[in-house]
């Protein structure tokens, strides 16, 4: 969910700052004191208070942290902590969205009119929805984000309709199909389509069809609890020049946009499960990864690009107020990298040490 995090930066976007010049992995496979170097520049100006790290190359697995849990505590980062995921949690609903297709239940180029009539512009298709080429307004450049004016709706419980009537209130930003533009509000309506074609809540199905399949234990669907339950780390920020914790909020707010709460070990079983087909039928499993001249990096839901040095990775990142996060593997699933960063109070650019860590991992 693109929310203000000083430590943040798009999956597409991370991806891109691993530019030319990048070195041939050597035998011995990743180097742990260049990742750790690489988390330690992120907690030393990259504007991450804390970070941990789960990291697999062929047989070696290995975590690694950086920073604190806390500003005011020297107690280190959870090596296994939760965390809000953010926009990660997309993956999860377009994975429940593509088994519904696999059944007969869903036609991804129908148009969502036809599961939810009146809903949104008849021409947008579910595809569409799925790959951000909708055109529907991001209903989240209409919220007051800012630390200084979250403190508003920090606490509110907001409903699908509620945020999908931010975006629909305003013309489409470009006729569906012609441009890819990343939109909160898709993935708004890829829950509402979940919750219809089902008959129950879309984090129902997500548990259902994922979560208790993989035994991910540790992966909830908060709703509208505040908390993080279980080990994690706290975040923060600035508000009014001072330092202001950000760990609690009502996620409502990012819905199937957002709002799940997962871990590095979860998060690496399930795009594991998801990249090695374990999850979808044949047909639906090429269509998560599949992109087009108009969305030439982004699939269903999934993140797919090559690498300067010729390794091809995919996955997603998510940003929500206080966590930034990403999730990336090979296609083989070889190389995986799960990552998760607190905010500090300070900014800070995080962009040199992303771009040393996935260098190392990946290339």
Not at 132 to 146: D, E, K, R
Not at 157 to 179: R, V
Request: aromatic share 6%.
């Amino acid at each position: 969910m693109g929310i203000r995090l000083v430590a943040t930066v798009t999956a597409a976007s991370l991806l891109a700052l691993t530019t030319a010049g990048t070195a041939l992995a050597d035998e011995q496979g990743v180097d742990r004191k260049v990742v750790q170097q690489a988390l330690d520049q992120m907690t030393q100006g990259g504007g991450a208070l804390g970070v941990q790290a789960r990291v697999t190359d062929g047989r070696q697995r290995f975590t690694a942290r950086s920073g604190k849990a806390d500003l005011n505590s020297d107690r280190p980062v959870p090596e296994n902590g939760r965390f809000r995921v953010g926009s990660i949690t997309k993956t999860f609903v377009s994975t429940v969205l593509l088994q519904l297709a696999g059944e007969g239940r869903l036609e991804l180029d129908a148009p969502v009119v036809r599961y939810l009539p009146g809903l949104i512009d008849s021409r947008i298709t579910v595809r569409q929805v799925m790959q951000h080429t909708s055109g529907l307004y991001n209903y989240t450049n209409a919220l007051p984000l800012s630390p200084d004016e979250f403190e508003k709706i920090r606490y509110k419980h907001w409903t699908p309709q509620e945020l999908l009537a931010l975006s629909t209130s305003k013309p489409l930003d470009f006729e569906p199909g012609t441009k890819w533009s990343y939109s909160n509000t898709n993935y708004v309506v890829a829950g509402l389509l979940v919750e219809k074609l089902t008959g129950r809540p879309y984090e129902k199905a997500v548990e259902q069809r994922i979560l208790r399949p993989l035994h991910l234990d540790d992966t909830e669907v908060p709703g509208d609890n505040p908390n993080i339950n279980g080990p994690h780390a706290r975040a923060w920020w600035t508000v009014a020049g001072q330092p202001s914790e950000i760990t609690r909020m009502n996620p409502s707010v990012a819905w199937s946009a957002g709002e799940m709460i997962s871990t590095t070990r979860d998060l690496d079983t399930f795009v594991t499960a998801l990249a090695s087909g374990k999850l979808l039928k044949p047909a639906q499993q090429q269509e998560i990864s599949k992109t087009t001249a108009v969305s030439p990096s982004y699939g269903l839901g999934l993140v797919v690009q090559t690498l300067p040095c010729g390794t091809k990775v995919m996955g997603h990142s998510g940003g929500i107020p206080g966590y930034s996060s990403e999730m990336l593997t090979t296609p083989d699933t070889k190389k995986r990298l799960e990552l998760n960063a607190t905010s500090a109070p300070e900014d800070g650019n995080p962009g040199e040490a992303l771009n040393k860590l996935l260098t190392e991992v990946f290339c």
